[in-house]
């Protein structure tokens, strides 16, 4: 089950309203299109401190999160712009299929730049896997 709710305002970039659509979809294949070849994550996530680069390594990450046969529900998502950048969030929450009372939400803040419609850096800060209430 995927349920999204989607920033009411589209951003200033395309390619960012296509990675927050794919992610709430958990379309890992639209997400790597929206990638450049040199794109570079780098993330704030507990345990610590982490670096990717390229498409295939920085999707991973996400798959990582959100994949799986877990229910997927994104509760709240949206937008703005910092400086130059654009600043993406959204809070997830995940619902084991065979544990219903061990569901976990968490979210997420990237700070992204774009170039000839690609995304080319994504700055990610994350609150962990929290028990939902």
């Not at 990638?35 to 345990?47: D, F, K, N, S, T």
């Not at 997830?92 to 061990?102: D, E, I, K, L, S």
């Not at 803040?109 to 028990?131: A, M, N, V, Y």
Request: hydrophobic letters at 40%.
């Amino acid at each position: 089950m995927t349920t999204s709710t989607l920033p009411q305002q589209p951003t200033e970039s395309p390619v960012a309203d296509l990675f927050l659509a794919a992610l709430t979809r958990r379309d890992f294949a639209a997400m790597t299109a929206c990638l450049a070849p040199e794109v570079r994550l780098r993330g704030l996530i507990p345990p610590g401190p982490f670096d990717a680069v390229g498409p295939g390594p920085a999707v991973d990450r996400f798959r990582g999160w959100f994949g799986g046969p877990d229910d997927f529900t994104v509760l709240d998502a949206g937008s703005d712009r910092v400086g130059g950048k654009l600043a993406l969030h959204w809070l997830v929450r995940m619902q084991p299929v065979h544990a219903p009372g061990a569901a976990r939400v968490a979210e997420q803040r990237i700070f992204l730049t774009t170039e000839q419609d690609r995304i080319t850096t994504i700055d990610l800060l994350c609150s962990g896997w929290q028990p939902a209430e």
